[in-house]
């Protein structure tokens, strides 16, 4: 079964220049997650979208950041204008829908490789 | 404010002991519990799974939770250098929360 992709795997920008990073889940996976994690910490949540609709966003900084997943599968990640303080790793991760039994909020994530973004 | 809490370390253990991780968490509607791995430079990846109180164990690794006391471990039996990594502890309660991580080193 193949993992979740992601690209590029690297990416370096100037401040207020846009970019965007690409996930497509392990197949049959409803569940998509976009995180951010700065060197030293965790991974933080921006987005959760179950199919195409979006389950959580309360932590995206709309005012730059967006993200779509328009056909229920692969999702894009857009920064638009970039600031010094996005400079981090970008991981998608993706989760299946809960089993008989089990409720959603039992599943198990699976990452891709993440995104390096330095914005210089 | 939802919270996970970890010691970031670095926890070093001598090889062939057992490594002992720990992880509190603020919300006490969490129902799902994981412990994920990441090498440096690499992204986490899933090594245990727990959602009810007790012990469960996989290999060398066993999970414990204390949903009392708000309370979930990652012990690690016959350590290895290949152990070496950080660990984070995930918990979700409607909304996965990712602790900031606790750095293992395994002491040849």
């Known amino acids: 079964e193949a993992g979740v992709a992601q690209s590029p795997r690297y990416k370096i920008i100037e401040k207020r220049q846009s970019v965007a990073f690409w996930c497509n889940p392990i197949s049959g996976h409803a569940t998509l997650y976009w995180y951010q994690q700065i060197l030293g910490q965790g991974p933080k949540l921006l987005i959760q979208?179950?199919?195409?609709?979006?389950?959580?966003d309360s932590q995206l900084p709309k005012d730059r950041f967006s993200a779509e997943r328009l056909k229920g599968v692969d999702s894009t990640l857009k920064i638009q204008p970039a600031k010094l303080e996005d400079s981090a790793v970008y991981l998608c991760?993706?989760?299946?829908?809960?089993?008989?039994?089990?409720?959603?909020?039992?599943?198990?994530?699976?990452f891709g490789p993440g995104t390096r973004l330095t914005v210089l | 404010q939802k919270e996970v809490e970890q010691n970031s370390g670095p926890l070093s253990v001598p090889e062939g002991a057992i490594a002992s991780l720990n992880c509190t968490y603020s919300d006490r509607g969490s129902q799902s519990f994981f412990w994920y791995r990441q090498y440096s430079g690499k992204s986490p990846e899933l090594i245990m799974s727990i959602y009810s109180n007790g012990d469960k164990e996989d290999g060398r690794f066993t999970a414990q939770l204390n949903k009392a006391s708000q309370y979930v471990s990652l012990l690690i039996r016959d350590s290895q250098p290949s152990d070496s990594a950080t660990y984070l502890c995930a918990v979700n309660g409607g909304k996965i929360i990712f602790g900031k991580g606790t750095r293992l080193h395994i002491l040849p």
């Open positions: 991760a993706s989760s299946s829908t809960g089993t008989s039994g089990r409720p959603d909020s039992y599943n198990e994530q699976f």
């Open positions: 979208f179950q199919n195409n609709g979006v389950v959580d």
